[in-house]
């Protein structure tokens, strides 16, 4: 198993996700914040039954927000119509 690029999307693709999501509450909170207003995001990769899983989470305050996406890819599948 190996991080490559379609592992890298669906992270990139989950970390979107999550701040979409959470552009409200965000964009408040931030405004109400007296001063820096930080944004946690972490990916986290899990071998997974030959493929990765992937777990985005996102965790903000001051409403003490956690939320989570999971996605698993196979590296070695192609796509099926890949353009050459």
Known sequence: ???GEKSI?????????LLAIHRMPIGAAFLKAEKDFP???????IPW??????VTDIAYTPEK???????IVDEDQTEMFEDR
């Open 39 to 45: 944004v946690s995001l972490k990916v986290t990769f």
């Open 1 to 3: 198993m190996q991080i």
């Open 65 to 71: 927000i956690k939320d989570q996406t999971d996605g």
């Open 49 to 54: 039954k030959g493929g990765v899983r992937i």
């Open 9 to 17: 999307a669906m992270a990139t693709e989950q970390v979107g996700e």
